[in-house]
C-alpha cells in the first residue's frame, strides 16, 4: 500500500469512527442541563435589575470589532427579550420546536453579547458557543416534545458530535491553564493572592485564607486542575474521581468569587467526557433503550458536516494563540485577551484623565467621563487599551459637533496590574483622534511594567 493510499485509508476509518451511531443519552442530558442554566441566568438578570443597568442605561456603549451597527433595544423591548430568552432556553431544555427555539436562543445571547465589549465574561462567549452547537446538533430526537409530537425517538447519534463537545470544553480548560503559565500567577500567587484578601469575611473558610503560602499554593491547585483535568477526564478509571474534583473545584471558586453561572455550566458541560450512556446508569428504568446501528458511509452531507465540524475545531484552538502575533504582555496590552480562555489570571486597576485640546484656540482642558459612561464601564475602561481609545473618538466626535471643528482627544492613565504600583498605559502625547483600531500592534501602548508582583494589594 502507497502512502497516499494508506492516508486515504485512515481518513476514512476516521470519518466512520465520528459517523458510527452512539447513544444519544449524553447529548439529550447536556441540551436539559444547559437549557435549565440559561434559563436560571435569564431570570437572574431580570431579578437583579441587570438588563437596565448593564445593557439599557449606559449612554455610550463600547463595541466590539466590526459589530459597531449593533445597539441595545429600549427598556421594555430589552426586559421582553429576556423573558423570551428565558422561555426559549425552557423549549430547549424540553426539546419543544428545537430548530426553531435552539437557533433563535443562540442568536438572542449572541445579540446580548455583542451589545457592550465593558460586559464581556468568559461564561457568557461560552453559553453562546455551546448553545450554537445545541442548536446544530440532533439534540431534539429523543426525549422531548418534538420525538412527542412525530411519535419515535431517535436514539442514538454520530459520535463526532461527541467529540466536537468534548473539543470545545477541553479548550476551555486548556488555554485557561495555559495563560496562569506565568510568573505572577506561578511564583508570586498574583493575582489570587489581592481577590483571596477580600474573601477572609467568609464563614468557615474566611480565616483559613490567611494563612501564609495558602494563596501561592492554591494558584499552584489552579494550575494543575486546568491543565490536567481534561486528560483525566478522558481517561475513563480516573474520569469519575476527576470529574468530583472538577466538581468541588468549581463549587469552592463559586463560593470564593463572585462569577455568576460560570462554574454551574462547566460541571455541566464537563459531562461529555463520561460515556454516552451515562444518563441510562441513573435513570435508565425510565429511558428507552438505546438501538443499535451499523456505521454508515460517509455521503457528501456527512463529509460536510465534518469538514465543518474541523473548521470549528481549528478556529477554537487558533483564536486563544492570536495574542503571539503582538508580542509584549497580553495582560497590559490585551491584543488576543478576549476569547481566549485567560480566566482570572490579571487583576488591573486605575485611573484616566481625558485631556482635550481646542487647536483653534490652543486651549486644553479635562472632559469627565461620568456623562458618558456607567462606574462598571469607567471601572473597565480604565484597563483595557481598545476601549480608552474608543471613549476618545467618542468624546472627540462629540465635541467636534457641539463646536464645529474637530479637537485633540488624550488620554493621562496610570495602572496597577496584578498588585504593581500604577505607572501609564497609554502614550500621553498621542492624540488618539488619529488612531484607528484594527489587527496592528498598538503603538500607543506603552511598555508592560517589567517588576515582580508584589505579596500585597496594588497601589495606585
Known amino acids: 500500500m502507497t502512502p497516499t493510499e494508506s492516508k486515504q485509508c485512515s481518513g476514512r476509518a476516521l470519518q466512520t469512527r465520528l459517523l458510527e451511531p452512539i447513544d444519544v443519552a449524553w447529548l439529550v442530558a447536556l441540551r436539559i ?96 458557543l455551546l448553545t450554537w452547537l445545541l442548536a446544530a446538533s440532533p439534540a431534539h430526537r429523543a426525549w422531548s416534545v418534538d420525538a412527542w409530537r412525530k411519535g419515535r425517538n431517535v436514539t442514538t447519534a454520530p459520535r463526532g458530535w461527541q467529540w466536537l463537545f468534548r473539543v470545545q470544553v477541553g479548550v476551555v480548560y486548556f488555554f485557561a491553564g495555559l495563560g496562569k503559565l506565568q510568573l505572577d500567577w506561578l511564583q508570586d500567587a498574583q493575582p489570587l493572592r489581592i481577590w483571596l484578601g477580600q474573601s477572609t469575611s467568609l464563614p468557615l473558610v474566611g480565616p483559613l485564607l490567611t494563612i501564609e503560602g495558602l494563596p501561592l499554593v492554591l494558584s499552584w491547585c489552579g494550575f494543575l486542575f486546568d491543565t490536567t483535568i481534561v486528560g483525566w477526564l478522558s481517561w475513563k478509571r480516573t474520569r469519575p474521581y476527576a470529574y468530583f474534583v472538577l466538581f468541588v473545584f468549581h463549587l469552592f471558586t463559586r463560593l470564593l468569587f463572585d462569577i455568576g453561572m460560570f462554574p454551574f455550566i462547566m460541571s455541566a458541560a464537563a459531562l461529555v467526557f463520561f460515556s454516552p450512556s451515562w444518563p441510562r446508569a441513573l435513570i435508565g428504568h425510565w429511558l428507552e433503550p438505546a438501538t443499535r446501528e451499523k456505521p454508515r458511509a460517509a455521503g457528501l452531507l456527512g463529509r460536510s458536516a ?73 471601572n473597565e475602561m480604565a484597563g483595557q487599551p481598545d476601549l480608552i481609545l474608543q471613549m476618545a473618538h467618542a468624546i472627540g466626535a462629540d465635541l467636534a459637533q457641539r463646536r464645529g471643528h474637530t ?12 498588585g504593581r504600583r500604577a505607572v501609564p498605559l497609554i502614550d500621553p502625547v498621542v492624540d488618539l483622534t488619529q488612531i484607528r483600531d484594527g489587527f496592528g500592534t ?10 515582580a508582583a508584589p505579596h500585597t494589594r496594588p497601589v495606585l
Open 442 to 451: 498598538y503603538s500607543w501602548v506603552l511598555p508592560a511594567p517589567t517588576q
Open 306 to 378: 465534518l469538514w465543518l465540524g474541523a473548521i470549528y475545531c481549528a478556529v477554537q484552538l487558533v483564536l486563544p494563540l492570536r495574542h503571539f502575533a503582538y508580542g509584549g504582555n497580553v495582560l497590559w496590552h490585551e491584543q488576543g485577551m478576549r476569547f481566549s480562555w485567560r480566566v482570572m489570571v490579571r487583576a488591573k486597576g486605575g485611573s484616566t484623565t481625558f485631556l482635550v485640546r481646542d487647536p483653534q484656540t490652543g486651549i486644553e482642558q479635562e472632559v469627565s467621563t461620568r456623562g458618558y459612561l456607567t462606574p462598571l464601564q469607567q
Open 33 to 128: 442541563l444547559l437549557g435549565v442554566l440559561l434559563a436560571v441566568s435569564m431570570r437572574r438578570f431580570l431579578a437583579y435589575g441587570w438588563v437596565d443597568e448593564f445593557l439599557v442605561r449606559p449612554a455610550f456603549h463600547f463595541k466590539y470589532w466590526g459589530f459597531v451597527w449593533v445597539e441595545p433595544l429600549g427598556s421594555s423591548a430589552m426586559q421582553a427579550l429576556f423573558y423570551a430568552l428565558l422561555v426559549l432556553s425552557l423549549a430547549v431544555a424540553v426539546g419543544a420546536f428545537f430548530r426553531v427555539t435552539a437557533p433563535l436562543l443562540a442568536l438572542g445571547l449572541t445579540y446580548v453579547q455583542l451589545i457592550d465589549v465593558s460586559t464581556y465574561l468568559n461564561h457568557y462567549y461560552l453559553a453562546a
Open 407 to 418: 479637537v485633540e482627544v488624550r488620554a493621562e492613565t496610570r495602572v496597577s496590574l496584578n
